[in-house]
């Protein structure tokens, strides 16, 4: 039988009287990618800390690769690369310096071929010889990423790893853990984006207040969710009322004169939403496209949205 | 490989990373060796004059001004080591199974050896200011053995301040009164010649009888009860250190 890479039951963790982890438990096979989607203060960073050996758990068992973290530590931190939530580079050292560390801390014979490797992977060449202090927000989660390749771990830990990135950093990103993927490694990775998980992961978890609130794969999970949905405004109440009677199956807000028209919002539905609507000789003053985000998930799954949860 | 050898190997590697940062940093540089020959400038040129001493007052002041030197480096290393635990880069060692003696044993070591290297620019320029010291060779290595274990007794007392600190600010702050300790001490004037109070705590704090070896040693006069005194202090010192660094790290980390 093929072992787990990850296997997490009963976890448990306070923070003195507040309960950050309420027995989760979840399983990633080898070579897989699982995301753990949740909001800020849900317990995400917790489950890392407690997965990469920073943090004991209070119950509950977590076995990486086979060994338990509470009793086979060292173990576990040979095989497992973790890149924190904020870029644990060492400032005063300059990206190639700091791959240099890596490598002699882990023993890498040739470590001076491995980082020239490491510095092309991550086009870092260009800054490889400044201080990481002058790097830009992108840049220092590359070269944090790419100091946690140094001794070619089996598991990646990755929290928030695109958080404050631009668009295009985030893609070179995602670009980036789909390789290692394609090599054979097992990726965890948290995140506040379901695009994110959505487009990388193969299992989702979603944690709420220490709870697990949902697991499966991105479809499963979007299929809980309300769809996509049109949004349309008009002028007044009988543009609104013509518009409801060719509409159906819409759902109307008197109030602020709008209709919420469920469909998958791709072109073509888009199309002969609008043509229907021309056909018809309605006007809509506003027409917006309104895909499900996190917030949509959080209220499908808990009944609350992400602020409340924030808030409470 | 086994685990001391391991351990040894990652304090090498953390020292290097250490002593780069000293050198990248001009700020420190400046504070830890700069720092105390401005100091050694002012006290011989400018107060000196005024103090009444046996001798000249170079040859009284140099086993002060090294006393000083040693703790002026000191505050960069608490700010340093506090970046460490502040920034996340201590959870990259840990999960990496860095032993986390390896990761204080480095700022220790380098920051000893920065220590050693501003007395070595005192003694130095205080030659060259005039400075005539008699001892013999064995008593210089002696001295020098002292300097040597003063650093590394304030060193590890700094990494546990540093340690301790909330921030990388109050972190430097936190060696302020290793610094007003030898002003308080006979490194620049004798201690009787201090006020009520002051006086005696000047003779029963640590660093009086650590600069008083070291100008007995300096000056060919050694005394014997002196510098078990100041050995005492300097393994007791070291030894605290330790013990609240580890303690403190291990609350923390």
């Given at each position: 039988?093929?072992?787990?890479?990850?296997?997490?039951?009963?976890?448990?963790k306070?923070?003195?009287?507040?309960?950050?982890?309420?027995?989760?438990?979840?399983?990633?096979?080898?070579?897989?990618?699982?995301s753990m989607?949740?909001?800020?203060?849900?317990?995400?960073t917790?489950?890392?800390?407690?997965?990469?050996?920073?943090?004991?758990a209070?119950?509950?068992?977590?076995r990486?690769?086979?060994?338990d973290?509470a009793?086979?530590?060292?173990?576990?931190?040979?095989?497992?690369?973790?890149?924190?939530?904020?870029a644990?580079?060492?400032?005063?050292?300059?990206?190639r310096e700091?791959?240099?560390?890596?490598?002699?801390?882990?023993?890498?014979?040739?470590?001076?071929?491995?980082?020239?490797?490491l510095?092309?992977r991550?086009?870092?060449?260009?800054?490889?010889?400044?201080?990481?202090?002058t790097?830009?927000?992108?840049?220092?989660r590359?070269?944090?990423?790419?100091?946690t390749?140094?001794?070619?771990?089996?598991?990646?830990?990755?929290?928030?790893?695109?958080?404050?990135?631009?668009?295009r950093?985030?893609?070179?990103?995602?670009?980036?853990?789909?390789?290692?993927?394609?090599?054979?490694?097992?990726?965890?990775?948290?995140?506040?984006?379901?695009e994110?998980?959505d487009?990388?992961?193969?299992?989702?978890?979603?944690?709420?207040?220490?709870?697990?609130?949902?697991?499966?794969?991105?479809?499963?999970?979007?299929?809980?969710?309300?769809?996509?949905?049109?949004?349309?405004?008009?002028?007044?109440?009988?543009?609104l009322?013509?518009?409801?009677?060719?509409?159906t199956?819409?759902?109307?807000?008197?109030?602020?004169?709008?209709?919420?028209?469920?469909?998958d919002?791709?072109?073509?539905?888009?199309?002969?939403?609008?043509?229907?609507?021309?056909?018809?000789?309605?006007?809509?003053?506003?027409?917006?496209?309104?895909?499900?985000?996190?917030?949509?998930v959080?209220?499908?799954?808990?009944?609350?949205?992400?602020?409340?949860?924030?808030?409470? | 490989?086994?685990?001391?050898?391991?351990?040894?190997?990652?304090?090498?590697?953390?020292?290097?990373?250490?002593?780069?940062?000293?050198?990248?940093?001009?700020?420190?540089?400046?504070?830890?060796?700069?720092?105390?020959?401005?100091?050694?400038l002012?006290?011989?040129?400018?107060?000196?004059?005024?103090?009444?001493?046996?001798?000249?007052?170079?040859?009284?002041?140099?086993?002060?001004?090294l006393?000083?030197?040693?703790?002026?480096g000191?505050?960069?290393?608490?700010?340093?080591v506090n970046?460490?635990?502040?920034?996340?880069?201590?959870?990259?060692?840990k999960?990496m199974?860095?032993?986390?003696?390896?990761?204080?044993?480095?700022h220790?070591v380098?920051?000893?050896?920065?220590?050693?290297?501003?007395?070595?620019?005192?003694?130095?320029?205080?030659?060259?200011?005039?400075?005539?010291?008699?001892?013999?060779?064995l008593?210089?290595?002696?001295?020098?053995?002292?300097?040597?274990?003063?650093?590394f007794?304030?060193?590890?007392?700094?990494?546990?301040?540093?340690?301790?600190?909330?921030?990388?600010?109050?972190?430097?702050?936190?060696?302020?009164?290793?610094i007003?300790?030898?002003?308080?001490?006979?490194?620049?004037?004798?201690?009787?010649?201090?006020g009520?109070?002051?006086?005696?705590?000047?003779?029963?704090?640590?660093?009086?009888?650590?600069?008083?070896?070291?100008?007995?040693?300096?000056?060919?006069?050694?005394?014997?009860?002196?510098a078990?005194?100041?050995?005492?202090?300097?393994?007791?010192?070291?030894?605290?250190?330790?013990?609240?660094?580890?303690a403190?790290?291990?609350?923390?980390?």
């Open positions: 039988m093929k072992s787990s890479a990850i296997a997490v039951s009963g976890l448990r306070t923070h003195g009287n507040k309960l950050v982890l309420d027995g989760i438990g979840f399983e990633v096979p080898a070579g897989s990618v699982f989607l949740g909001p800020n203060g849900a317990g995400k917790t489950t890392v800390n407690v997965l990469t050996t920073l943090t004991k209070d119950a509950g068992t977590v990486i690769a086979g060994h973290v009793t086979a530590t060292r173990q576990v931190r040979k095989v497992i690369g973790v890149t924190g939530q904020f644990a580079v060492d400032e005063l050292l300059t990206g700091n791959l240099r560390l890596m490598a002699d801390l882990k023993r890498v014979r040739s470590g001076d071929r491995l980082v020239t490797r510095l092309e991550f086009d870092l060449v260009e800054s490889a010889d400044k201080m990481a202090a790097y830009s927000g992108g840049m220092r590359k070269l944090d990423l790419a100091m390749l140094v001794g070619d771990p089996q598991i990646i830990f990755l929290d928030e790893p695109t958080t404050g990135l631009d668009p950093s985030r893609r070179t990103m995602w670009q980036i853990v789909r390789e290692l993927v394609a090599e054979g490694t097992t990726i965890f990775l948290t995140t506040q984006y379901l994110e998980a487009q990388l992961a193969d299992r989702i978890a979603v944690l709420d207040q220490g709870h697990l609130v949902a697991q499966g794969t991105p479809e499963e999970l979007k299929r809980q969710v309300p769809g996509s949905h049109v949004r349309l405004r008009f002028a007044d109440l009988f543009e009322d013509q518009a409801a009677r060719v509409l199956g819409a759902t109307r807000d008197d109030q602020e004169l709008t209709l919420r028209v469920p469909g919002g791709g072109p073509r539905s888009l199309r002969a939403l609008l043509d229907l609507l021309d056909e018809h000789l309605i006007n809509a003053e506003e027409f917006s496209v309104h895909t499900p985000d996190l917030d949509d959080f209220f499908a799954l808990t009944g609350q949205t992400t602020t409340e949860a924030i808030a409470r | 490989m086994s685990t001391l050898t391991t351990s040894f190997g990652d304090s090498a590697i953390m020292m290097r990373r250490n002593l780069k940062h000293t050198l990248r940093n001009l700020v420190t540089v400046f504070q830890a060796v700069l720092f105390p020959l401005v100091m050694m002012m006290f011989v040129y400018v107060f000196g004059g005024a103090f009444k001493v046996q001798g000249k007052y170079i040859d009284y002041a140099v086993p002060g001004l006393v000083m030197a040693i703790t002026y000191l505050g960069p290393t608490a700010a340093a970046g460490d635990m502040t920034k996340g880069i201590i959870n990259r060692f999960a199974d860095v032993p986390h003696g390896a990761v204080l044993a480095g220790v380098s920051t000893t050896l920065r220590s050693l290297i501003a007395d070595a620019a005192i003694i130095g320029v205080g030659f060259a200011m005039g400075f005539r010291p008699h001892a013999s060779p008593q210089w290595l002696a001295a020098i053995g002292i300097m040597l274990l003063l650093a007794a304030t060193s590890w007392l700094t990494v546990a301040m540093g340690l301790g600190a909330k921030t990388v600010e109050s972190a430097g702050m936190a060696t302020v009164p290793l007003m300790l030898p002003f308080l001490s006979s490194a620049f004037v004798p201690a009787d010649t201090m009520p109070g002051i006086r005696q705590f000047a003779q029963y704090q640590p660093f009086t009888p650590i600069i008083e070896t070291l100008r007995g040693l300096l000056t060919g006069h050694p005394q014997t009860g002196t078990l005194t100041a050995l005492a202090w300097c393994v007791g010192l070291t030894i605290a250190g330790y013990l609240w660094a580890v403190t790290f291990r609350k923390r980390a």
